[in-house]
Structure formats: C-alpha cells, structure tokens
C-alpha cells in the first residue's frame, strides 16, 4: 500500500507525501563486505543480508566464497558450521558442501543426492575489501561494472583503511540521495559556504563534485574539495582535499551499503588518510587517527535522520536543491532488468551548480577518472 500523509488544508492546498511499496528486489551491483581480512581467520561468518541468510568462508587454497547458508538437508545455519579444506560442514548432521555450492560428502549415506547444493554468489576481492555480486537475474557481473584498482591502497604513502559499521532502518535509496542533496551540506555538515556543486551521470556511475568551506574538516578559509563517485547502487569512493591542525590532507572515503532487507541496511563507512612528508610515523598515526574521527563524526550526523524520517517519492524541491529526481532515475536502473535500462539512461549528463565565485573548480570527471 502506497503510504499518502495529507496536511488539514488552511488557505492553498498543501503538497502531498506519496510513496510508492518498496520493490520486493535488490540493487543489481557489487556490494561491499568489509575488510577482506576479517573473514581470512578459517571461521565461518555470518550475513543476514539479501534477504536470507549466507555464509562467508576462506578455504584452504585461500579463496573467500560466499554461499546460501540454510542447509537444504534440515534446513540448518550452514555459519554454525566448520571449514575443512575448501568447504563448510554442516553442524547438524555434518552434510560438507564445496565453494562450488555442491554437497561434497554424507558421513552416513551411501551417495549424494543430486540436488543437494546451494547456490554460490559471485565474489571479488578489490583494494583489501570484499565484495559480493547480486542480481536478481542471476547474471554474472559484467566486466564493465569491475569495483576499480585504487592503487592507493597498497602505497605506503596511505594509512590503513579504518572502517566503522552501522544498521540502518530504513531503505538504501535514502543513502544514495545524498549524492544530489547539496542542501543538506550546511545543517547537516557545516559546509556554510557552498561555491560549486555538479552532478555526472554516467552509465552505471554518479559522481558528485562539490567545493565549500568546511569548519569541521576544511578550515574556515581554505576550501574543501570532494570528487564522489558511485560505481553501481552500492559502493560510493570519494576523495578529499581539506586540512586537519592547520595542514593540508588528503583522504579516501568509502561509503557502501548491502541492504539487510527492504526496510534496513549495514551500512559501512571507510577512511585511509595520505601520510604527511616530514612527520614520523607516529605523528602521521595521530594525524590521521584525528582526520578519521572527525570525517566520521561529520558522516554519522545522517545516521539519526535516516532513522527519522519517511520515504517520499515525491520530494518537493526548490530552486537551490540539487537534482534529486534525476538521481533517482539513475538509481532506478540497478532495480530494472538489465536488458530492459532505458538507453537513455546510459549517456552521460551533467547537471551544475555554480555560484559563479571560485575559479578552480575541479574538472567534470569521475573520482580518480576513474
């Protein structure tokens, strides 16, 4: 049932909240799992997302797989399980299934049954994250929507990543928003003086550029620059350009999202900080250990009012609000069948916003370009 908040009328007729149901599917895309160390420890893990219920291991030879978790024997949680060799054995009668998904061995039966298997999800590792693949079709991913290299994340230059977590309840596309909301930098953020602010759309990607101070992370005087790139539904990189204790820094974001179900989603929010030449590893550790705090700070003031508010398929927008229905068309991709993305919806378009009083705005290209 599509939800309809109506206002007592009093003079002119006041705008209409609708929202449609949300789409019983998931985003088409790579969604990112975390650190992909943190499942190399021979354990079992959990992950309600999807929907269901999976399991994530690493076998012997090293590879990380992810599959269905629910036993097709009994119906038993796979992640209670055990990893011998290059499978997970089930805890309730020992049934072993392969990282192919197939049943591998029956401690007290004779053969297999042919369809005792689970289904696999595809799955890639990509600057020490992982990431796993879904699509509604059961399509694998195509080559073109590869989570990019960044080869900062193997430089000594960069800090680790320092990743945080949280669960929110509500649905992704309240997250995804944020890309063309240039209104919410000021009260949500404290970016009180926004010069520039752009829009690409671009096949499976959206970047947003955005120029403004920031006291928080920019300073007062000096600009802070972002390039912000979504690579598919789930998986947003952005670099930063601002300063931390009166020096210049530069920082990687990661903002990824793997929906829980329709009405809630894990959200992970990631940092890596460039070290600064001249400082000794123990200064560029506090430095960077200060700079992540406070992007993480800045960054989980959206947490309270994603927990607080409705969905709205009809937002009532302004002349200075970004372009939300635009973004949205983008988005809608990623829930429609990939043969059936409208063509248009694959050419590039860019939407700006430019108050006309900073010279070097950044360049209309992706994050990194990418």
Sequence with gaps: MATVIRAVKSGASAHAIDARPIPERYARGWHCLGLAADYKDGKTHRLNIFGTRLVAFQGEDGTLRVLNAWCPHMGADLALGHVAGNSVVCRFHNWSFGGDGICNHIPYAKHVPPKARVRTWHTCEENKLLFIWNDQQGNPPPPE??????EQTSSPEWSEWAISQWTIHNNCRELIDNLADVGHFGPVHGSTNVVYFANIFDGHK???LMVGTNERLGGEVNYLTTVTTYF??????SSMRGEAEG???ESIMLVANVPIDTNSFELRFGVMVKKVPGLSDEQNAALAKSYVDLTCKAFSEDVAI????????????CDGDGPVYQLRQWYE???TDAAAVPAELKKRQVIEIDRGVFANKPP???VFNK
């Design 247 to 249: 020096m210049p820094i």
């Design 206 to 208: 959206a970047t947003q």
């Design 306 to 317: 994603w927990h607080n508010k409705i969905r709205v398929d009809n937002p009532l927008l």
């Design 145 to 150: 929507v590869a989570i990019p290299r960044l």
């Design 333 to 335: 991709q990623f829930y």
């Design 364 to 366: 209309l290209q992706h």
């Design 232 to 237: 598919g539904p789930a998986c947003l990189i």
